[in-house]
T-cell receptor, first 115, second 111 residues
Framework: GAVVSQHPSRVICKSGTSVKIECRSLDFQATTMFWYRQFPKQSLMLMATSNEGSKATYEQGVEKDKFLINHASLTLSTLTVTSAHPEDSSFYIC???????????FGSGTQLSVL | QKEVEQDPGPLSVPEGAIVSLNCTYSNSAFQYFMWYRQYSRKGPELLMYTYSSGNKEDGRFTAQVDKSSKYISLFIRDSQPSDSATYLCAMSAQGNTPLVFGKGTRLSVIA
């Protein structure tokens, strides 16, 4: 199946620092990528929809200045958590939509821990 | 009523059992239906994908969609301990719109 690479898999950082997470579709072009957040034993919560070459669309309650999304190419989207705080600690997962078969594939996730 | 309802379980079955996982939904516009398997601290893995109604079989997995009842199912035959994971149903009205997920069902297959 299609592969979506997400990096890094785990980040531990101090409060106040910024963290960038990369999401790459390795064998297909993805005009649309999605970013999710997941707390332990809970389902995925959509944060934003990222479209190549345009501004991301954020879900209600998600701060766009806090979670910066860039989708500069058809294979890469990045999520930057700016001035991270302990409450931002979570599991972040990206997904990429393959427009050829309409399937959605997920990255392996990034566990962010803010101290 | 939530858009997608899924019993969170946990569901525990003996090895070799047939597992039935289900979701109901309220939005009649949904056309794309997917089942994902997620292991702890990993990203979801696409298991089955169905467009519109019907059945689809892949190895030990069978997905069913009944749009008239707004009900989808995933069957796992000859379940194995390695099938122990959380299973998420997901659906959307259009291919490139965000999926709406169920809460996930935690499955444990006991050897």
């Amino acid at each position: 199946g299609a592969v979506v690479s997400q990096h890094p898999s785990r980040v531990i950082c101090k409060s106040g620092t910024s963290v960038k997470i990369e999401c790459r579709s390795l064998d297909f072009q993805a005009t649309t990528m999605f970013w999710y957040r997941q707390f332990p034993k809970q389902s995925l919560m959509l944060m934003a929809t990222s479209n190549e070459g345009s501004k991301a669309t954020y879900e209600q309650g998600v701060e766009k200045d806090k979670f910066l999304i860039n989708h500069a190419s058809l294979t890469l989207s990045t999520l930057t958590v700016t001035s991270a705080h302990p409450e931002d600690s979570s599991f972040y997962i990206c997904s990429a939509h393959n427009s050829l078969d309409e399937k959605l594939f997920f990255g392996s996730g990034t566990q962010l821990s803010v101290l | 009523q939530k858009e997608v309802e899924q019993d969170p379980g946990p569901l525990s079955v003996p090895e070799g059992a047939i597992v039935s996982l289900n979701c109901t939904y309220s939005n009649s516009a949904f056309q794309y239906f997917m089942w994902y398997r997620q292991y702890s601290r990993k990203g979801p893995e696409l298991l089955m994908y169905t467009y519109s109604s019907g059945n689809k079989e892949d190895g030990r997995f069978t997905a069913q969609v009944d749009k008239s009842s707004k009900y989808i199912s995933l069957f796992i035959r000859d379940s194995q301990p390695s099938d122990s994971a959380t299973y998420l149903c997901a659906m959307s009205a259009q291919g490139n719109t965000p999926l709406v997920f169920g809460k996930g069902t935690r499955l444990s297959v006991i050897a």
